[in-house]
């Protein structure tokens, strides 16, 4: 008979591929700015890749509106169920600094 592994130990996100938080300006004269950043990819102990699913805020490559800052998170699962620390960071639009008029 052979001992089954557990696998204990969970997904991590690559270091530093989690986005920083994001400050723009507005483009646009409805008050929103085009926002890009790559989705973060992960490991795990086990050689297969993790679940990586946003579980609140928007898409890249979206556009955003002025206004309170927007977060944005994922999450990280590996196939055992270890779920790792969430990925997390903030996209601010603003009027400042625009030629555009907020209204």
Known sequence: MTDAILDKEPPQFIAGECPDDVILDIDSANN??????????????SGDPPDIVEVHG???DTRFAAGAPHLV???ITDGA?????????MITIQCEGSTMSCV
């Open 58 to 60: 928007h898409e890249p």
């Open 81 to 89: 169920g270890n779920v790792g620390p969430s990925c997390k960071f």
């Open 32 to 45: 929103t700015a085009f926002v890009h950043w790559v989705v973060p990819s992960g490991s795990d102990n």
């Open 73 to 75: 998170k994922y999450t």
